[in-house]
């Protein structure tokens, strides 16, 4: 079965410094690969999405993020973070389960704080 | 374009009191889920359903139900509720690989 990792439980960046938020999973083969966002009482928006080809993928609000094959790695990353971004980050892994359905696993999630 | 409509919004149940969580997707997806978040835990799935009549467990299915009578519904039964069952609750459809979600119900068991 499929996991993934978060190591990170809360990250705290100043306005405009540069973001990394990690990402490790657990497969057999190459899954699909998402970044989800969660302002404060929302449900989940989809930032980005791995399936083949560039590894290097880019997402809405000038986040990306870069699949890592040999380190099983799926970081996201944002060159500047605006306060607008201080929220919940979730990672996951789409892949089949042993019943051949398609299922999608979270990780735990990574609280980003932006400072002013 | 509505996508996934979850209601309600929020609700409070008392021990033992049962209710139904409504799940409706206008995309005409196959797959369906519900997802549970706890604080500091992420979400775990808790039912998923593959097409209309067909439903499976996920991580967490002890003390609900659901059933998929059309393409578009997928609502989750608590039968007897527990404090336990106090989460945020989210329900999501996908076609192909990506998935939509829900803007969540806040149930609180007192």
């Known amino acids: 079965a499929q996991s993934v990792t978060q190591p990170d439980i809360h990250i705290t960046v100043s306005e405009g410094a540069s973001l990394e938020l990690r990402c490790n999973y657990s497969?057999?083969?190459?899954?699909?690969l998402f970044w989800y966002v969660q302002s404060p009482g929302q449900g989940l928006q989809l930032l980005l999405k791995?399936?083949?080809?560039?590894?290097l993928v880019q997402g809405i609000k000038g986040f990306e993020a870069e699949f890592k094959r040999s380190q099983s790695s799926f970081n996201l990353r944002k060159p500047s973070v605006h306060w607008s971004d201080a929220a919940e980050y979730f990672c996951a892994v789409g892949a089949r389960s042993g019943a051949g359905s398609y299922q999608l696993t979270f990780g735990k999630g990574t609280k980003l704080s932006v400072i002013p | 374009n509505a996508g996934v409509t979850q209601t309600p919004k929020f609700r409070i149940l008392k021990i033992g009191q049962s209710m139904t969580l409504q799940c409706t997707q206008d995309m005409n997806h196959n797959y369906m889920y519900w997802y549970r978040q706890d604080p500091g835990m992420g979400l775990k799935l808790i039912y998923y359903?593959?097409?209309?009549?067909?439903?499976d467990k996920g991580e967490v299915p002890n003390g609900y139900n659901v059933s998929r009578s059309t393409t578009e519904d997928f609502p989750l039964r608590l039968e007897l509720a527990a404090p336990s069952q106090t989460s945020v609750y989210f329900c999501?459809?996908?076609?192909?690989?990506?998935?939509?979600f829900g803007q969540g119900t806040r149930l609180t068991v007192v």
């Open positions: 999501a459809s996908k076609m192909n690989t990506e998935a939509f």
């Open positions: 359903s593959v097409g209309a009549g067909i439903t």
């Open positions: 791995y399936f083949s080809g560039d590894t």
């Open positions: 497969y057999g083969a190459t899954p699909y």
